[in-house]
Protein backbone atom coordinates (compact mmCIF):
# COMPACT_ATOMS: atom_id res chain seq x y z
CA UNK A 1 0.00 0.00 0.00
CA UNK A 2 1.18 3.28 -0.87
CA UNK A 3 1.38 6.38 1.87
CA UNK A 4 1.12 9.73 1.79
CA UNK A 5 2.81 11.92 4.36
CA UNK A 6 2.12 13.05 7.86
CA UNK A 7 2.47 16.98 6.11
CA UNK A 8 0.68 17.36 2.65
CA UNK A 9 0.71 21.07 1.64
CA UNK A 10 1.87 23.11 -1.38
CA UNK A 11 4.96 23.10 -0.04
CA UNK A 12 5.69 19.15 -0.28
CA UNK A 13 2.99 18.74 -3.22
CA UNK A 14 5.67 18.33 -5.84
CA UNK A 15 8.25 16.24 -4.24
CA UNK A 16 5.37 14.15 -3.23
CA UNK A 17 4.05 13.93 -6.48
CA UNK A 18 7.76 12.95 -8.29
CA UNK A 19 7.98 9.99 -5.64
CA UNK A 20 4.28 8.80 -5.94
CA UNK A 21 3.55 8.99 -9.70
CA UNK A 22 6.13 6.21 -10.40
CA UNK A 23 4.87 4.01 -7.70
CA UNK A 24 1.31 4.18 -8.69
CA UNK A 25 2.03 3.31 -12.19
CA UNK A 26 4.04 0.51 -11.19
CA UNK A 27 1.95 -1.00 -8.86
CA UNK A 28 0.99 -4.65 -9.13
CA UNK A 29 -2.66 -5.57 -9.76
CA UNK A 30 -5.53 -3.51 -11.11
CA UNK A 31 -6.36 -1.33 -7.65
CA UNK A 32 -3.24 0.48 -6.47
CA UNK A 33 -4.16 1.50 -2.50
CA UNK A 34 -3.00 4.48 -1.05
CA UNK A 35 -3.42 5.27 2.74
CA UNK A 36 -4.33 8.53 3.37
CA UNK A 37 -5.14 7.88 6.93
CA UNK A 38 -1.80 9.44 8.56
CA UNK A 39 -2.24 12.99 6.90
CA UNK A 40 -1.81 15.64 9.55
CA UNK A 41 -1.50 18.55 7.99
CA UNK A 42 -2.79 19.68 4.59
CA UNK A 43 -3.93 22.41 2.41
CA UNK A 44 -6.06 21.92 -1.37
CA UNK A 45 -2.48 20.75 -2.71
CA UNK A 46 -3.16 17.42 -0.93
CA UNK A 47 -6.32 17.23 -3.27
CA UNK A 48 -4.48 17.66 -6.35
CA UNK A 49 -1.66 15.40 -5.50
CA UNK A 50 -4.70 12.25 -5.21
CA UNK A 51 -6.05 13.58 -8.47
CA UNK A 52 -2.58 13.61 -10.00
CA UNK A 53 -2.11 10.23 -8.83
CA UNK A 54 -5.68 9.09 -9.98
CA UNK A 55 -4.83 10.36 -13.15
CA UNK A 56 -2.11 8.74 -13.21
CA UNK A 57 -3.40 5.02 -12.06
CA UNK A 58 -5.90 5.40 -14.87
CA UNK A 59 -3.05 6.17 -17.58
CA UNK A 60 -2.14 2.89 -16.90
CA UNK A 61 -5.46 1.30 -16.74
CA UNK A 62 -5.48 0.60 -12.81
CA UNK A 63 -7.95 2.40 -10.12
CA UNK A 64 -6.28 4.28 -6.95
CA UNK A 65 -8.59 3.48 -4.02
CA UNK A 66 -7.87 5.94 -1.05
CA UNK A 67 -8.17 4.35 2.12
CA UNK A 68 -8.26 6.65 5.73
CA UNK A 69 -8.78 9.60 3.88
CA UNK A 70 -9.31 11.77 7.33
CA UNK A 71 -12.45 13.45 7.72
CA UNK A 72 -11.22 17.01 6.92
CA UNK A 73 -10.18 16.10 3.84
CA UNK A 74 -13.56 14.42 2.96
CA UNK A 75 -15.20 17.78 3.47
CA UNK A 76 -12.28 19.29 1.04
CA UNK A 77 -13.22 17.27 -1.50
CA UNK A 78 -16.77 17.93 -1.11
CA UNK A 79 -16.58 21.69 -1.44
CA UNK A 80 -14.79 21.38 -4.47
CA UNK A 81 -17.18 18.96 -6.14
CA UNK A 82 -14.21 16.07 -6.52
CA UNK A 83 -15.22 14.04 -3.59
CA UNK A 84 -16.66 11.17 -5.83
CA UNK A 85 -13.78 10.97 -7.81
CA UNK A 86 -11.28 9.94 -4.75
CA UNK A 87 -12.90 6.61 -3.02
CA UNK A 88 -12.35 5.86 0.25
CA UNK A 89 -12.94 2.08 0.72
CA UNK A 90 -11.04 -1.23 1.98
CA UNK A 91 -9.43 -2.89 -0.73
Do not use: H, W
Amino acid sequence: MLQLPRELTYRQARNCLVQLQPLVAAFEGRQVPMDASGIEVFDSAALAVLLACRRTAQAVDKQLVVVGLPQGLRSMAALYGVDGLLQDAPV
